[in-house]
């Protein structure tokens, strides 16, 4: 009884002793660490007296004399400090569970590691996985988790063309971005169409690329077939040859007045067809027609990479299958309906639904057709444009719109992440295996 | 699998019509495009248009142009090297981190598994406002180095997933065996399991690689003068304006692009299904 009281009472004054990283360890005799944290701990107490707090109060004013202070600048360093400081905090909160979980250790009367080398032995077997994806994780913060950060806040400014640093300086403006975005001025009905034709195109694009693909693999999958590797081949460099080169050339196919496709493509179905008399259409000067010639280049574009996923799926059907299906009395489309598609799917669903977010954010297709056009509807966005390709002329447009950007990016981020939890949520593609 | 569209005798006939009708079809709407964008290639005078007409004089001398009269050259090496170092830091990045998170159970593994996954689904390019303003505070616009950082990081967690899921179909039980012989942590990766990732890490390389070849969006906003400019930015300059007729000098700068490319993509194509499936249904 007597013992277990004292136990308590070591754990408790080692874990309250760590509130001071290092303090703890020195109390559990281990000296190297305890010298270890106390330097890490005041160096990071240094920095907050010689550059963070400066840092943090320059974040919350963004500045005070317009042409001295650089508002962009403080904004960047105090979300660095941010950064910094919440990176101090996970290792104050391991510090103080590690102070805990040692004094446990003593109070067992287990092996504690106290010299140096011990310590550093012990730190490279049970480090090892982090000190692999260490360069991972601090390429990918500054890369991507800072620059998330730094939207985030410039999406609560004013930044845009009339605030440029350091000529003049950006204020916080609380939620102001957000509610013209949603409920006031021009910029709402831009936003509701730009979103409006986002969801369209990624919809009409991927489920066409997806049916294109199932298709096609149905067919090439029969046995009869000859020259099948020749046809494989065909189908897939659309796939092979970059994105950027075709989408320019399509681009350039469908120009009104010099493209192939008004100036060869329809007068050959024209010749072809009998009863058939279409015109040259208005292909890059009318919104509906650019839009139908986008989705249709995206099919074709997109469709080699579902049909390579499907044939391998087919290939791995039991023929067995079809066998017992077709003594059943299924006929073909029943076959296709209750054997083929749903193996297909559970297969490939994660896949689909990537290509999905991948055209949600297909810039190339969009931008280098046509540039988002033809025509404006307002707030600098063409009548194609779909919410990234909006970002990009809100940034690099002549008077740039950054803060209404970064709200637009958040808008984005928020969406595609909440459809993609419900969604791996429904299928459980993703579930963990531990 | 041959009894999906062969239910009786009398329709066998339609189906192989249809059949071959469609795969004609679905490969002159592939072939014709390509077809006359490369054919452009060759063709002598100023285009302002791709077409299928085979009356033209033929000549090589557009690809003397394009690198004697265009910047072409110097895309073509600047996207090659950003190119070779985005692929090469990449995949050492991605094969350390997927080995660990396959290999490991260590504290706040499950965590950062869900982490990379939420990232990744972020649309990084989107993010381009905040690419500017760091780009402004290191003064690192129009240059290269920045790009290349972008690149690197923007396909870390979707990758590192992707390599994951392939080290975690390699069996476990050789370096069960070479721990019992008492290996260290690096020869186990080294020495065993890295080798038999090889078909994955190609896969990954080449993805990598050609990244930085289509990437328009950030090249074409941080990437200010013309010299410094990737191919796909440079070669939009020649076909953005049909009415400037450099519609041939575009075709053959895409030649050279295509070719490479397309036969680094024929040979590994054997190794992209099974790195997809394999990486993107196991958890």
Sequence with gaps: ??????????????????????????????????????????????????????????????????????????????????????????????????????????????????????????????????????????????????????????????????????????????????????????????????????????????????????????????????????????????????????????????????????????????????????????????????????ILVQGWLGFPYIYVLVSGILQSIPEEQYESAKIDGAGPIQRFRHITLPTILMIAAPVFITQYTFNLNNFNMIYLFNEGGPGSIGAGAGSTDILISWIFKLTTGTSPQYSIAAAVTLFISIFVITIALIVFKKTKAFEMED | MSNLFRSQKSSRFFTKFFTYAFLLLLSVIILYPLLITASSAFKAGNISAFDLSFDATWTLDNFRRLFTETLYGEWYINTLVIAFVTMIVQVILITLAGYTFSRYRFIGRKKSLMFFLLVQMIPTTATLVAFYVMALLLGALDQSWFLMFLYIGGGIPMNTWLMKGYFDTIPYDLDESAKLDGAGHFRIFAQIVLPMAKPMIAVQALWAFMTPFGEYMLAKFLLRSPENYTVAIGLHTFISNPQEQKVALFSAGAILIAIPISILFFMLQKNFVSGLTAGGTKG
């Excluded at chain 1, 509610?179 to 489920?207: C, E, H, P, Q």
């Excluded at chain 1, 469908?254 to 208005?282: K, Y």
């Design chain 1, 1 to 294: 009884m007597e013992r277990t009281k004292d136990a308590k009472k070591r754990v408790r004054t080692a874990t309250w002793l760590s509130v001071i990283p290092g303090i703890g360890q020195f109390y559990n005799k281990q000296t190297f660490k305890g010298i270890a944290f106390l330097v890490v701990f005041a160096l990071f107490i240094y920095e907050m007296i010689v550059f963070g707090f400066a840092a943090f109060t320059g974040m919350v004013t963004l500045g005070l004399t317009p042409g001295e202070d650089h508002s962009l600048f403080l904004l960047i360093e105090g979300s660095l400090q941010l950064l910094l400081t919440v990176i101090f905090f996970l290792f104050y909160a391991i510090n103080i569970y590690d102070a805990r979980k040692v004094a446990i250790q003593i109070v067992e009367e287990k092996k504690i590691n106290k010299t140096a080398k011990d310590i550093l032995k012990n730190v490279y077997h049970n480090g090892f996985p982090y000190l692999f994806t260490i360069p991972a994780y601090l390429v990918m913060i500054f890369a991507i988790i800072f620059p998330v950060l730094v939207t985030i806040f410039i999406s609560f400014t004013n930044y845009d063309f009339y605030h440029i640093p350091p000529a003049s300086l950006i204020d916080w403006v609380g939620f102001e971005n957000f509610i013209n975005m949603f409920f006031l001025s021009s910029y709402r009905d831009t936003f509701i169409a730009v979103l409006g034709w986002t969801i369209i195109w990624t919809l009409g694009a991927t489920s066409l690329q997806i049916a294109i693909g199932i298709f096609t693999a149905v067919v090439l999958n029969q046995k009869f077939i000859k020259f099948k590797r020749l046809f494989g081949i065909i189908f897939l460099l659309p796939w092979a040859v970059p994105a950027f080169i075709t989408i320019m050339s399509f681009s350039n196919m469908f120009n009104d007045s010099l493209g192939a496709i008004n100036s060869q493509v329809i007068p050959f179905i024209n010749s072809l067809v009998p009863f058939i008399d279409l015109g040259a259409l208005p292909w890059k000067t009318n919104p509906f027609f650019t839009k139908i010639a986008i």
